[in-house]
């Protein structure tokens, strides 16, 4: 017996954002060839009907269900069966000027799938952004961005940033009169080294190594306005240990210019 296929989840709230996010969602889910689940969790299950309108993409296969409790909570344990889960930045909850909602905020953090927050509406044929380090969950992200950019046909920029500052045993700082040229060549090969492999897994993926010194979120936002999606890790090589988000992928969500993956 084949197993099921595990759908792309999109939460719905009946807000305008919510409804942009069902909208991503549903391309998402053509281009991987999988169902598309829609889920409200609270009382107002008509805002279904607007978000199944909303995700008419012709041969995607569309559920939908309604669930009472926690919305966070639920879509978490719904996130347990999804390939990937999409959100609206903020919802209905959200007040004038709330850049990202507590309910995306904590699916990020927790689910058990990549999770892919929407905001704005990105050109179809602008590249995809990959953050590039060696974090722990870096290869997870690096093939997520790669999917991404394979099943759009677009361009993946592969950015990696570095500064003076470095964290090796311990926090250390290059000398005043370390050799940045040098420091940046080695950077670049450190990339091409890391993204060889890769390479090789993705032949029709136009892979473009971006070496930029600078912090990573100014970096990676810098890259991103001009992309159609940012991905990253849950947590950079700067981040210390724990369940939740690291710094650079919290300050995308909050301040990202398009829809930002972040990948466990």
């Known amino acids: 017996m084949a197993r099921e296929q595990k759908a792309v989840l999109a939460g ?3 807000s305008a954002r919510a409804l942009d996010a069902v909208r991503w ?12 689940r829609l889920i409200h969790v609270g009382e107002d299950a008509d805002c279904l009907a607007a978000a199944e ?13 309604a669930r009472t409790g926690h919305p966070a909570q639920r879509l978490i344990e719904e996130s347990a069966t999804a390939s990937v889960v999409v959100l609206g930045s903020h919802g209905l909850g959200g007040f004038p000027g709330m850049l990202l909602g507590s309910v995306a905020g904590a699916l990020a953090a927790h689910a058990h799938c990549p999770v892919v927050v ?4 990105p050109s179809e044929d602008a590249p995809v952004v990959a953050g590039i380090d060696a974090s722990p969950g870096g290869d997870a992200a690096l093939a997520f961005a790669l999917d991404e950019a394979n099943l759009r046909r677009v361009p993946l920029l592969a950015v990696h940033t570095w500064t003076d500052m470095t964290m090796g045993e311990t926090w250390s700082v ?3 009169d370390a050799d940045y040229g040098a420091v940046a060549e080695d950077e670049r090969r450190l990339l091409a080294e890391r993204l060889a492999g890769w390479r090789e897994k993705y032949p029709d993926v136009d892979v473009r190594p971006v070496v930029v010194r600078d ?3 100014r970096g990676l936002l810098t890259a991103g306005r001009d992309a159609q999606l940012i991905v990253v890790g849950s947590r950079g090589r700067a981040d210390f240990g724990g369940v939740g988000l690291g710094s650079t992928s919290q300050a995308l969500l909050h301040h990202g210019p398009c829809p930002v993956a972040v990948v466990r």
Not at 53 to 65: F, H, K, Q, S, T
Not at 118 to 121: I, L, P, Q, S, Y
């Open 215 to 217: 912090r990573p979120v």
């Open 12 to 14: 719905v709230d009946g």
């Open 53 to 65: 309108d909303a995700a008419a993409v012709p041969g995607v296969e569309i559920r939908r269900g």
């Open 25 to 36: 969602a549903a391309r998402d889910a053509a281009l991987r060839k999988r169902p598309l």
């Open 118 to 121: 929407v905001r704005g509406a």
């Open 174 to 176: 290059l000398p005043i």
